[in-house]
């Protein structure tokens, strides 16, 4: 089986710091570093992670010692204010593209505009950028109409173009005066726009990584639009025999939470096919 990979695969650069800064943290204390829920949605990653020391708690309310990390995606105002006042070691690896979103949802809040994020309201991104608007923002997941004077738009970073694009155009009819901040990441961008160059050339294509992604949810759905054979996978154990049967062709992209590893294992087998 031929098989064709996209240029940008396998981890982000935020993921890459995130993973570097955990690592070092896990070994400078020998273990005892907590992040507050898995640092990034690939569960094989957090799984490696656990054996080095590095462990996630759902309630950061229960952790008593050890270090604290902040994830890539961020974590609530809340939280990080109850770490800093028990005085925890923390390490935030929260992605500079993720306080990006942060710094220009809180501008607009102080300019009086209504804060719209365009995302996925239970994703952790979503519900830290609304914590630290003081829960006072507004999260559109599909086009709405909303009447208002000023309204500000921010979007996840992992956000589809062409979601972002009709959200905001519905906007437009309600709205007096509109700012729009594009902020999704230029990583999930381009990770989008190889995904859907390189799904016209193949017979299928292949999107590996965390179920749980929200940049691999989104990137499966934008290949499938353009490929309707394109498979969602997390490892190699998930492919299947038959969906190979006249494919000569396969194209494979990953997320931006995707090992390395776990694209070469997937590629190696497939070429084998
Ligand atoms: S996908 Fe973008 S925003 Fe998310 S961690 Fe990677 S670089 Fe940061």
């Known amino acids: 089986m031929n098989v064709v990979k996209t240029k ?16 070092k943290a896990a070994e400078e204390t020998g273990g005892k570093v907590f992040t507050i829920g898995p640092i990034i949605h690939n569960p094989q990653m957090v799984e490696l992670l656990k054996e080095k020391g590095v ?14 990390v902040f994830r890539t995606h961020g974590i609530k105002k809340e939280e990080e204010e109850y770490i800093r006042s028990t005085g925890l070691k923390a390490i935030d690896t929260t992605c500079p593209f993720v306080k990006r979103v942060r710094k220009h949802a809180k501008n607009l809040e102080k300019s009086g505009y209504q804060v719209v994020i365009v995302g996925d309201r239970n994703h952790p991104e979503v519900k830290s950028v609304l914590s630290y608007l003081n829960n006072d923002g507004i999260v559109l997941q599909e086009p709405t109409t909303l009447t208002a004077k000023k309204v500000g738009v921010v979007s996840q970073t992992t956000l589809d173009k062409d ?8 906007l437009i009819a309600g709205v007096e005066e509109l700012r729009i901040y594009n ?14 160059e390189l799904s016209g050339e193949v017979d299928m294509m292949l999107v590996v990584g965390g179920k749980n992604s929200s940049n691999c949810t989104k990137l499966y759905k934008v290949v499938h639009k353009v490929q309707p054979k394109t498979h969602h996978i997390e490892t190699v154990e998930d492919l299947r025999p038959e969906w ?19 694209i070469d294992i997937v590629e190696g087998r497939v070429k084998n096919f």
């Open 8 to 23: 940008n695969i396998g981890f982000c650069f935020g993921v890459k710091r995130a993973i570097k800064m955990v690592l």
């Open 244 to 262: 190979f049967e006249n494919v000569a062709r396969v194209g494979l992209t990953g997320g931006a939470s995707t090992p390395d590893l776990i």
């Open 55 to 68: 462990i996630p708690v759902d309630d950061v309310y229960q952790v008593r010692d050890g270090t604290v």
């Open 183 to 196: 902020t999704i990441c230029e990583s999930t961008q381009i990770r989008q726009n190889e995904a859907i």
């Open 163 to 170: 979601t972002f694009v009709e959200i905001v155009k519905e």
